[in-house]
């Protein structure tokens, strides 16, 4: 029988098998899609991580300069009572200027014992959306920041 080209080739069923396959493996235009599916995720939690730990720490530092300029406002009370005013109004303008939502419930405590007189600010982590709103753990919920500065005594 003379060879036909219009005629259709049939060939033996296992080796019509094994063609997709090598065509499979030499085609590269899934690939990408599969490296993404896997990649994009990690590489999103990771931008999350940045996010949610970089503004924890402004976060942070902000109530450190908080607490380190009450403090130093505190000096110039000559009792208590004043310095305890000067501390909440160095308080309140920082409040003004603090990172995140929620700088109103900044609770602030003083203290004096031996010359020396110490503010603590404390802020809840809940109080702002941000962190709420973060799948990753974060270092604590309250953020606790502490200034001690020398005072005169009589």
Known sequence: MPYDSARPVTRHPVTRSRRPLAALRRHQAGSSLIEAA???????????????????????????????????????????????????????????????????????????????????LRYTLASAPLFAAMPLPMPGNVLERTAVVRIATQ
Do not use: C, K
């Open 38 to 120: 896997f990649a994009l995720p990690l590489l999103i939690l990771l931008l999350m991580g940045i996010l949610a730990y970089g503004n924890w720490f402004m976060t942070a530092h902000s109530l450190q300069q908080a607490a380190n300029d009450a403090a130093r406002a505190s000096v110039a009370g000559l009792n208590a009572t004043e310095r305890r005013t000067l501390v909440d109004q160095s308080v309140v303008a920082a409040r003004a200027a603090f990172p995140v939502a929620g700088a109103q419930t900044i609770a602030v405590s003083t203290g004096e014992s031996s010359g020396y007189y110490t503010v603590t």
